[in-house]
């Protein structure tokens, strides 16, 4: 018999484990990619104080566009980056959120990059 595995039961795992590596402090916060189907979200996570610093997605009212390509992962990354650069945070921790650093994924990434975010 196979087995058929819940791939987001998977990722929970893998998410889980990842995050008990990774953590931000006030100085250097987290920054966490959620990817759904048709949409990216990226926030910006103080974990001490267990609050939200900064969030974009592609369901914000600034972003023009289908969420669900690569083009639109790089403009959610450039905007959390610009959006964090305005309130002084220049350097943060990657969450890829227990996903393959591939894709969508990478591009947030290679976006809030070239926004200015070190990482």
């Given amino acids: 018999m196979f087995k058929k595995y819940d791939k987001k039961k998977l990722r929970k795992k893998r998410h889980l484990r990842v995050r008990k590596k990774i953590f931000g402090t006030s100085e250097v916060p987290r920054l966490s990619v959620y990817r759904s189907e048709k949409n990216i979200y990226a926030q910006i996570i103080d974990d001490i104080k267990g609050t939200t610093l900064v969030s974009a997605s592609s369901v914000d009212k600034d972003f023009k566009g289908n969420g669900s390509n690569k083009e639109a992962a790089k403009v959610v990354g450039k905007m959390i ?3 964090a650069i305005e309130k002084g945070i220049k350097e943060v921790v990657f969450d890829r959120g227990g996903y ?8 947030l990434a290679e976006g809030a990059r070239e926004g200015g975010l070190q990482f």
């Fill in 81 to 83: 980056a610009d959006k």
């Fill in 100 to 107: 393959i650093y591939h894709g969508r994924v990478q591009n």
